[in-house]
């Protein structure tokens, strides 16, 4: 099950093992090296945290190369469908980072009928391997009107990884290696961003781990889908949910709300969450039903980052570091 869900395409194993150094020819004069002043190769990631990541990690050349972010339109990203566009760029790209969590699909025929087959190809949750978890389904929450797909329900693993800060020093170290291996020339410069990067990530872990270990509160209750498994894991919090975090239900039944206002009570909760883009309805019928003074908060799943937040200047780090100032508010 695990392998057929997370399975490395073929064409992954192929590319790791007779790594080829795409994009650069063995050329010394002048107009080579200008060349190489250009793109000189061209790296496709499909969430914002891998195009950020990319972008640490090359640091002063993300200039020379060309990096594509797909859902740089804000949309969802369960609700993504690549435009023939994507597609002809995934297809000649060098480097193609993607989740290969139940949002990602699509990818598998798209990597098949790639053009470039030297391309390499990260897929994040094969690095996580084992910690890559099964998507929890969490007393309270709403069951998923499911598609009927004629019997055994397959194992969903839960793809939202990008979420905790140790899961991200793994996969940028793995980035890290697959841009050395394309530019080898500059490895040292990149290895050096990757080490800045991950003391950056350290840095903001250490203080989650600090304001959580310090904080009487132990559990969140979110009035949304729930893609924070990873992070609450990281620091020992439990959680409660209105949908599992890949949700498509917009609607919540009276169990679930009246569950969640009751666990308002019992745990004398003062905040409800939800997530950003939430129209947050259900996180205030349940408030209403618990008929306790509580206030809303919103966490970032970093899952729907525009190219208007990325040219006011957001970050990965920036969106961890503006949820961890929400819970700082909380967390007293
Ligand atoms: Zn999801």
Redesign the pocket.
């Known amino acids: 099950m695990f392998s057929k869900k997370l399975g490395v395409t073929a064409l992954g194993f192929i590319i790791a093992a007779g790594m080829t150094g795409c994009g650069n020819t063995e050329n010394n004069d002048i107009s080579a090296a200008e060349n190489a002043d250009s793109k000189s190769f061209s790296i496709v990631c499909t969430i914002f945290p891998e195009y950020d990541w990319v972008r640490e990690i090359l640091g002063g050349r993300a200039e020379n190369a060309d990096i594509t972010y797909l859902l740089d339109k804000g949309i969802d990203?369960?609700s993504f469908q690549p435009t023939a566009d994507d597609i002809m760029k995934i297809s000649s790209c060098d480097m193609f980072v993607y989740v290969g969590?139940?949002?990602d699909e699509w990818v598998e025929d798209t990597l098949s009928d790639a053009s470039n087959k030297d391309m390499m190809v990260i897929n994040l949750m094969d690095i996580l391997g084992d910690a890559a978890k099964v998507e929890e389904f969490k007393e309270g929450m709403q069951e998923e009107d499911e598609e009927d797909d004629g019997g055994t329900e397959e194992t969903e693993y839960?793809?939202?990884i990008w979420l905790s800060l140790k899961n991200a020093e793994i996969l940028c170290t793995e980035i890290e290696k697959n841009i050395a291996a394309i530019d080898p020339e500059n490895s040292d410069e990149y290895k050096s961003n990757l080490e800045t990067y991950i003391s950056q990530l350290n840095e903001l872990d250490g203080d989650f781990r600090e304001l959580i270990d310090s904080s009487s509160v132990k559990t969140l209750i979110f009035g949304d889908?729930f893609?924070f498994r990873y992070f609450v894991d990281d620091y020992g919090l439990d959680y409660y949910a209105a949908f599992v975090?890949?949700s498509a239900e917009t609607e919540a039944s009276f169990e679930t709300i009246a569950f969640l206002a009751d666990k308002i009570k019992e745990l004398d909760c003062d905040t409800v969450f939800t997530l950003e883009n939430s129209d947050k309805s259900i996180a205030d019928t349940v408030i209403r039903t618990s008929g306790k003074y509580v206030k809303i908060a919103e966490l970032n799943s970093i899952?729907s980052v525009s190219k208007s937040d990325i040219d006011n200047g957001a970050t990965y780090l920036s969106l961890m570091r503006r949820n961890y100032d929400v819970l700082k508010d909380i967390m007293k």
């Open positions: 990203l369960h969590g139940e949002s839960d793809e939202h889908r893609p975090g890949c899952q």
